[in-house]
């Protein structure tokens, strides 16, 4: 049956950033196709309200709260895990600054935090994702990049300067779109895939509350004509993390309404 191939009824998945703004309605999609979801997050409290409304709702979760920037942490606990199916790398740290006040260790968190970090669970996470292709026939790693690690943002969207694009971000999230196509190079000949997950404009509601005349120049940048609405991740995240995608792998998979194919 096709409504199969976005199952994932029996595995495990992990899940970084899970009580985000994309990480809630990614962890959610998760559970609702049947995974038993660890989110992970630095805020404990946070991430136990979040499973509590997922715990209500009859789906399985449960809290790994650490900062994924904390590599000891990280091998600790996937050493722990039996099994992995799934490993979605979503979390990012990073201190929006203005291009004049930028200093290089900016950009050396932002690195750390979205790259190295990655590359860090990934092989943290080997054995119990090869324990998953022992019992299951394969696994799946997906990293969550950015539209600006393909493009570069246009200034005269951003009227003010609070609301650009920082310099360190789009950079960081670039290097994960490689990081994605060299992991899948590794892993292809273990039945592991890894894929790269490509978010558009996907603002907060606030924001379009707040300004919108900002929301509409952002709306009009995409062939949609609109913004992305958080729930719209939903889908192309099971994509990539099922069975759908099972001959794809080392591919970057935009959801950003058209922005980048202008």
């Known amino acids: 049956m096709i409504g199969d191939l976005y199952r994932l009824d029996g595995c495990v998945a992990f899940i970084s950033g899970a009580a985000g703004h994309l990480g809630r309605p990614m962890s959610r999609a998760l559970c609702e196709a049947g995974a038993h979801v660890i989110l992970n997050g630095r805020n404990a409290t946070r991430l136990k309200e979040f499973a509590g409304e997922l715990e ?16 000891e942490r990280v091998r600790a606990f ?11 790398n979503n979390a990012i740290s990073m201190t929006p600054k203005p291009f004049a006040r930028l200093e290089p260790a900016d950009f050396a968190e932002t690195y750390a935090s979205s790259v190295t970090a990655s590359f860090e669970a990934v092989r943290a996470a080997l054995p119990a994702l090869r324990k998953a292709v022992a019992a299951a026939g394969e696994a799946r790693i997906v990293n ?30 670039a290097a994960v779109l490689q990081l994605t196509r060299h992991l899948a190079a590794e892993l292809g000949p273990e039945r592991i895939r890894v894929n790269a997950l490509v978010p558009g404009p996907f603002p907060r509601p606030q924001v379009a509350a707040d300004d919108p005349a900002f929301a509409e120049r952002l709306a009009g940048r995409t062939m949609l004509g609109r913004l992305g609405q958080a729930p719209e991740i ?27 194919a202008w």
Do not use: N
């Open 144 to 173: 969550v990049a950015s539209m600006y690690a393909a493009v570069s943002p246009d200034k005269h969207i951003y009227a003010k300067p609070e609301q650009a694009s920082p310099f360190h971000y789009g950079p960081a999230k």
């Open 234 to 260: 939903a889908g192309p995240l099971l994509f990539l993390a099922g069975a759908a995608s099972s001959f794809v792998t080392g591919a970057s998979l935009a959801v950003d309404g058209g922005w980048t």
């Open 78 to 88: 996937f050493a722990g895990r039996e099994r992995l199916d799934v490993l979605i």
């Open 56 to 71: 209500v709702a009859g789906l399985s979760c449960e809290c790994a709260a650490f900062d994924m920037g904390d590599f």
